[in-house]
């Protein structure tokens, strides 16, 4: 009587454990099998999205082909790199074909946005141009704001003056004496070695980079000091005036492009750019075309 009663309820549970549900059973881990894991919304999207291989949707990379554009902040007033026409109001310069150059290779066409050079970090960080060109130096605060593609070449700063009076400011102890009158334009890496280095002598600012070495010309000023390759560009066409030892420049610096800092797709595809635009011969050709 006893086996009959627990015979009898076996056999209800066995019929209560197969009526229930398929989804409410847990099937039992196979030997050696990693662990379940639930697939939520997330999981599927990262993986649905690393299958596809997409590229960061606000890459310049993709957007300058799409729009055809390709917009370039650029001072115009920098020699041989960057400069504007007022009468035909087109730029020229190396930089300016190194622009047209990348334009093309992006299929697309070059935009220029008029800056200064107080402006031009803040007008890249800003979002009104795609890159920075035109004889822009590289800087430790720069590089706090946007990248800096691989340099196109090194430079540094040295003394450009009349050439009666070249012997006369060879050394920045020289320089800095009460009765020289140094000359600078305002905004950029030439305010700032000046200011650093010149205690004594005063400093004028000519808002116009454009004509300030006329006011050296004329006597209004006795030395600036900027880059070597810009000394030796304006000494070709003033033979008035002379660059001071521009091959030993008083500093070392490197030119390059400024670039939308985060975007390291751009940064990668202009730093391959330049890297062989720089040892193919491209650069070299249009630099030796403004400086030789």
């Known amino acids: 009587m006893k086996r009959a009663a627990t015979l009898s309820a076996l056999t209800c549970l066995l019929a209560v454990t197969a009526a229930a549900p398929a989804s409410s059973?847990?099937?039992?881990?196979?030997?050696?099998?990693?662990?379940?894991?639930?697939?939520?919304?997330?999981?599927?999207?990262?993986?649905?999205?690393?299958?596809?291989?997409?590229?960061?949707?606000?890459?310049l990379l993709d957007a300058i082909p799409r729009r055809g554009v390709l917009r370039v902040c650029t001072t115009g007033d920098y020699r041989p790199f960057s400069h504007l026409d007022p009468k035909t109001g087109t730029y020229s310069g190396v930089d300016i074909e190194m622009a047209q150059d990348l334009a093309k290779s992006l299929d697309a066409k070059p935009r220029y946005v008029a800056t200064t050079w107080a402006k031009l970090v803040d007008d890249l960080a800003g979002g009104r141009c795609d890159i920075g060109m035109g004889g822009v130096s590289v800087t430790l605060p720069r590089a706090r704001a946007v990248y800096f593609s691989e340099p196109t070449r090194t430079d540094g700063k040295t003394p450009i003056v009349r050439c009666a009076d070249k012997d006369k400011y060879q050394t920045?102890?020289?320089?800095?004496?009460?009765?020289?009158?140094?000359?600078?334009?305002?905004?950029?890496?030439?305010?700032?070695?000046?200011?650093?280095h010149i205690k004594q002598a005063p400093i004028k600012v000519h808002p116009d980079n454009t004509t300030i070495f006329?006011?050296?010309?004329?006597?209004?000023?006795?030395?600036?000091?900027?880059?070597?390759?810009?000394?030796?560009?304006?000494?070709?066409i003033h033979p008035e005036l002379c660059s001071v030892h521009p091959d030993k420049p008083f500093s070392f610096s490197e030119k390059a492009y400024a670039l939308p800092r985060g975007d390291d797709e751009f940064k990668a595809y202009v730093d391959q750019w330049v890297h062989l635009s720089t040892h193919d011969g491209t650069y070299q050709k249009y630099e030796d075309a403004w400086m030789k």
Do not use: W
């Open 25 to 59: 059973r847990t099937p039992a881990p196979t030997p050696g099998a990693a662990p379940a894991v639930a697939a939520g919304p997330t999981a599927t999207t990262t993986a649905s999205a690393t299958a596809s291989g997409t590229r960061h949707p606000s890459t």
């Open 172 to 196: 920045l102890k020289q320089i800095d004496r009460p009765g020289t009158h140094v000359i600078v334009n305002p905004g950029g890496t030439n305010e700032e070695f000046a200011r650093a």
């Open 214 to 236: 006329d006011e050296i010309i004329a006597g209004r000023a006795d030395v600036m000091m900027t880059d070597a390759s810009e000394t030796r560009y304006q000494a070709k």
